[in-house]
């Protein structure tokens, strides 16, 4: 028995869309074929049982299975059969990146291995961007075909992002913003290497002295009361030192060095101030959760 395929049409849509469709609606690869036997016989009425292997081929050409999946047909009175099979969303970069294949048997025998023939661009802008874009969202639980930016393990399916990120699992951008990589143009500074973090810093910086000021201290002596004080004294007398008890001897206060007047001055600030602020620098910010396209 041979079975041979007329038509296969290949729908790839990854979600119910937003706009009014009927109950018989679904998502996926539609697959309608005509079934034959070796004498080109319609097979009508009949059940098939046939299994379906989406797949790629990589770098080695060896095959490398997307979605596969074994259930039964049935055959009508022309022996046409329809059936829809869904590889699910989850696997829309394997088909974005990469030129897939159907290949349909029925028990060991191969009925038919085609190429599908889509716009890459169509798939790989589902939900609007390509693999490995990053987005914020409100939301605690990713859409499908997303992966929270959480540092979680990513999806063994999701070979493109994972061969994007050189990792298994999501970038960890909790509590983080966005900056571009490279040298900026308008102050020459550079931001992270591609997939690379940059610590906190703040830049390197001077403060004035604003108004900060010492108090003046005034111009005065010390040649009154207490602070009536010789440095040193000339002639007969003996005396070190005058503080202004009567029992010593005077001196001769022609031939006393008194204290000259400070004059007017100011002294030097030292020290710091006291400290003000948080944990780190931030601009007003409102709390997302990222995500990133599979």
Sequence with gaps: ???????????????????????????GIAVQGIARDAN???????????????????????????????????????????????????????????VAYLKIEKGTEEISNEKLNHVPYAISANNGVPTGSIMPFIGTVAPEGWALCNGAALPTTAKALIALLGSNNAPNLQGMFLRGTGTSPVNNQAGPAL???????????????????TETAGNHNHAS????????ITGNNTVNSVDGDS????????????????????????????????????????????????
């Design 225 to 232: 009361g207490n602070y009536d004080k010789l440095l040193s």
């Design 40 to 98: 080109n016989t319609a097979l009508t009425k009949q059940t098939l049982n046939l299994t379906y292997t989406l797949y790629y081929r990589d770098a080695s050409n060896i095959e490398q299975t997307i979605y596969k999946v074994t259930r039964n047909v049935e055959t009508d009175a022309f022996g046409v059969f329809s059936d829809i099979i869904d590889p699910a969303a989850v696997n829309n970069s394997l088909f974005a990146n990469n």
């Design 247 to 294: 029992a010593m001897v005077q001196p001769d206060l022609a031939n006393v060095a008194k204290m000259s007047d400070a004059g007017n001055h100011t002294h030097t600030i030292s020290g710091e101030t006291a400290s003000t602020g948080g944990n780190e620098t931030r601009p007003v910010n409102y709390g997302v959760n990222y995500i990133i396209k599979l």
């Design 1 to 27: 028995m041979k079975t041979k395929l007329l038509l296969m049409l290949c729908l790839f849509c990854a979600s119910i869309s937003n706009y009014a469709q009927s109950s018989a609606s679904q998502s």
């Design 195 to 213: 997939k690379a973090t940059q610590n906190e810093e703040l830049k390197s910086h001077l403060h004035g002295k604003g108004t900060l000021v």
